[in-house]
């Protein structure tokens, strides 16, 4: 069951402009929501995270907007440059005894191209 | 500054053949992951380790998948009687501990089952 919905599955966007993805999860347990970027041939890498205590996370240009009613979260890129192109992936997880954080539920990721 | 390492970068093996991947974690770090990534999707978890032993292997997808890290550190996914739809980016993580939120990758293994 797919429990982390995410959209669009690819988005373009010029220079300068914004770029916002969405995801959506069904886990009311789930309370740490990280985004992930990944780059062609790479792992993913941690680009900024939230939880669930806090409606917005700001780093850089990077800002997480969380709506923990509509158990929706956002990924808001200001300022998109070229070098932002890549595949996010927004997750989720929990901890509780005999599991951890690290114990991602992702979504099925956004392809993001920032032209020039 | 050695990150997360994973061995080898791409392997090609025969439909019916045993393969081992390898993950070598960040020193230091008690929590190891394998994830799953085929074309297009998100990572799916596979299997946890807290220390040498396996906590949660709930998305190993059957018994010809198995994982081991006998000493606590370097981890090897192996993978018996390999099909087709096997092929996959398969992903190491580490983190500090099980409490601790940040997970990183390495590049992945790349398997082509043919």
């Known amino acids: 069951q797919q429990q982390v919905k995410q959209s669009p599955q690819s988005l373009i966007v010029q220079k300068g402009g914004i770029s916002i993805i969405n995801c959506a999860y069904e886990n009311t347990a789930f309370d740490y929501f990280p985004w992930y970027q990944q780059f062609p041939g790479k792992g993913p890498a941690l680009l900024i995270a939230?939880?669930?205590?806090?409606s917005e996370k700001k780093e850089g240009r990077f800002t997480i907007s969380f709506n923990k009613s509509a158990k929706q979260f956002s990924l808001h890129i200001m300022d998109s440059q070229p070098g932002d192109s890549a595949t996010y992936f927004c997750?989720?997880?929990?901890?509780?005894?005999?599991?951890?954080?690290?114990?991602?539920?992702f979504g099925q990721g956004t392809i993001l191209t920032v032209h020039p | 500054g050695a990150g997360v390492s994973q061995t080898p970068s791409n392997k090609v093996t025969e439909k019916g053949k045993y393969v081992e991947l390898r993950c070598d974690p960040i020193?230091?770090?008690?929590?190891l992951y394998w994830y799953r990534q085929s074309l297009g999707q998100g990572p799916e978890f596979l299997i946890y380790?807290?220390?040498?032993?396996?906590?949660?292997d709930s998305g190993l997808p059957n018994d010809r998948f198995f994982a081991v890290r006998p000493e606590g550190s370097v981890s090897t996914l192996k993978i018996q009687r390999t099909e087709r739809g096997d092929s996959a980016v398969y992903l190491c993580?580490?983190?500090?501990?099980?409490?601790?939120?940040?997970?990183?990758f390495g590049q992945g293994t790349r398997l082509t089952v043919v």
């Open positions: 380790f807290q220390g040498t032993g396996a906590a949660d």
């Open positions: 939230i939880r669930p205590d806090v």
């Open positions: 993580a580490s983190s500090l501990s099980d409490v601790n939120t940040e997970a990183f």
């Open positions: 997750a989720a997880s929990e901890w509780r005894v005999g599991t951890s954080y690290g114990k991602l539920t």
């Open positions: 020193s230091g770090h008690t929590a």
